[in-house]
Structures are given as C-alpha cells and as structure tokens.
C-alpha cells in the first residue's frame, strides 16, 4: 500500500532534550516535506527536500533541522524543543512536479512542557 | 509571494443542508494549481481535487462540487446535502513555481454538520 509513515503518532517531552520524528515514504517520490498545524493557521512548512541530499527552508524553519539521506526517510530533528513547538506535525511527499497532489503520513502531535 | 485566505473558520449545519466553503488566493503565477484537502476528526489529511490555472470549468464530484473563477481569484468548494460524515477541517492550498513549488495553505474551515 502507499503511504507515508510517520512516527511516533503522540509524543510528550521536555523542555531540552533532543528528539526525532521519522517519516518514511514506499511511492519513490522526489519531494518530501514537513508541516506543523497550529489552529487558526493552517499548515506551515517547516523545511522540504526535492531530492536526497537536498533541502531547504520553508516558512517557520527556526528550531528544527532535517536530513534526506535515503529517498525514502526524511526525519525531523528537533535539537532543544521548546514549549512553542507544541503542536500537531505532519510529513508529506510527492512527485517532483508542481502539480502533484502532496500526500501525508498521519501526523505526530507533539507536547513539549 | 503566494497566499490562501479561507475566511470561514467554522460552519454549522444540519444535516442535508447544502454547506459552501470560500477560498481566495494570491498568486504571481499565471500558470498554478490550487487543491482541496480534508482533515476529518481523526485527524489524517485527505486529498479531494486539484485544478489548474487554466481549467476554469467547474467539477462535480458526487456530493461535491467545486467552482474556480480566476477572476476573483476564488476556488469555492460546495457540499450538497450534508452528511454528518462530512464533518470536518477543509483546507484549500495553492502551489506555483514563483513559490518554489511549495504547497500554501489557508487556515481551513471547521464545518461540523449536525443530525
């Protein structure tokens, strides 16, 4: 079946200590992408990758960090997580085309205290 | 820069109402592709449609219907005859080659549709 899978779904930690949240997709798609969802904000993006070994910025980029090592895993790196990185994360991937519909894991909702 | 408003944060309806959801974008690109998503209660987001710049012709999927006016800069989504199972977060998204592909979001729609 195709999909992206995220893990872990729930996570709660504190204030500091290190954490990463997996993504892997089985579609061989180009492009990957992480999103945080805050209400009344929509999705914002957090960083993308077009292919391995490149990635870049999105818009709320400040606190995290990403690495595209493999096509298939993108993971997401938070190296001191702070209170205003609570929130509902979600990876995505699609082909390498702009007009390729993005195709998501099923989120992470992570609590940082 | 590239921008999606949805202007309704909540709709409430009862059930076989007929419910409209608006979106406006903001794009440099003449040619783009603009979507619908769904997010459910369990929180996973599905895609519904995409449409491009330049198919200006109105789709009906279903229940579902979508209307794309380029001159308003609009992307409207329609269900008809709500069901309960159509409660959920609707988010419109744009995606253009100005932007570096990158897909925008609006804020989405809560519609919670009521027995």
């Known amino acids: 079946e195709a999909q992206v899978t995220q893990n872990p779904r729930y996570l709660i930690t504190v204030t500091g200590k290190k954490l990463t949240v997996t993504c892997s997709q089985n579609?061989?798609?180009?492009?990957m992408s992480w999103y945080r969802q805050d209400p009344g904000l929509g999705l914002r993006q957090i960083y993308y990758s077009m292919n391995v070994e490149v990635t870049d910025k999105g818009d709320v980029p400040e606190g995290y960090k990403v690495s595209r090592k493999e096509k298939r895993n993108f993971p997401l790196i938070l190296e001191s997580p702070s209170p205003n990185q609570t929130s509902l994360y979600f990876c995505?991937?699609?082909?390498?085309?702009?007009?390729?519909?993005?195709?998501f894991g099923n989120g992470t909702r992570l609590t940082v205290t | 820069a590239q921008k999606v408003t949805q202007a309704q944060t909540e709709i409430s309806v009862v059930e076989k109402e007929d419910v409209t959801l608006d979106c406006v974008y903001e794009t440099r690109d003449t040619t783009y592709y603009l979507f619908w998503y769904k997010q459910p209660p369990s929180g996973e987001l599905v895609f519904l449609i995409r449409?491009?710049?330049?198919?200006?012709q109105n789709e009906i999927s279903g229940r579902y219907s979508w209307n794309f006016q380029k001159s308003t800069s609009s992307f409207n989504f329609t269900i008809t005859a709500s069901q309960v199972v159509d409660s959920a977060v609707y988010f419109c998204a744009l995606s253009g080659e100005a932007a570096g592909n990158k897909l925008t979001f609006g804020g989405g729609t809560r519609v919670l549709v009521k027995p």
């Open positions: 579609m061989n798609h180009e492009y």
């Open positions: 995505a991937s699609r082909l390498d085309r702009v007009n390729s519909p993005l195709h």
């Open positions: 449409r491009n710049s330049f198919d200006e």
